[in-house]
């Protein structure tokens, strides 16, 4: 059975230098850039996920991004979540990543970084002086999301990592080494 290797860059504030330090260690994976992570620069090529309602006007798109895919555009069968018209971009993506390995009879590897979900001041790296978008529903609501999410990998036998490494973090998927 092939496998599937996916790093899903998010966009938190320590994205750029772990993208420097580690992103050689994913040569050959499948990078999916979230939101304004696509102006981090590369030398892979990348696809880049963002949320229907961002502004994303006057980014400097990297050159390696190849592809453009919008939340609303994923596969969502036969595996969602209950948020999904509302949820949360890196949520969408596992998801989607879930439907296609189940789809094509693949083994699924994905890691994580720069999506922890922590916003500790009333302006964030990202919504500016809104709150939060994904934690609209709550913290509790992210927290089962995200706890559904790894109990369905794990019970497909696929993996979810954390790769960022940062504490706090809401990700309940084990750290890489």
């Not at 994913?26 to 590369?42: F, H, K, Q, R």
């Not at 006057?58 to 190849?66: P, S």
């Amino acid at each position: 059975m092939n496998s599937m290797n996916v790093l899903i860059l998010g966009s938190a504030p320590y994205a750029p230098d772990w993208w420097q330090e580690h992103g050689r260690e994913y040569a050959g994976w499948e990078i999916a850039t979230l939101n304004n992570a696509v102006t981090i620069p590369s030398h892979q090529k990348r696809t880049w996920w963002h949320s229907q309602d961002g502004d994303f006007s006057g980014l400097e798109i990297d050159a390696q991004v190849t592809e453009l895919v919008v939340h609303k555009d994923c596969l969502m069968s036969p595996f969602t979540y209950p948020g999904f018209k509302n949820g949360t971009v890196m949520l969408t993506v596992c998801y989607n990543y879930l439907n296609l390995a189940h789809k094509f009879h693949r083994q699924l590897t994905i890691h994580v970084a720069g999506s922890d979900y922590h916003y500790p001041h009333s302006k964030s790296h990202f919504y500016g002086d809104g709150g939060a978008d994904p934690l609209r529903h709550g913290e509790l609501w992210l927290r089962d999301e995200l706890a559904l999410l790894d109990n369905l990998a794990k019970s497909r036998g696929f993996e979810i990592w954390n790769a960022g490494g940062r504490n706090p973090s809401l990700l309940p998927f084990k750290r890489t080494p």
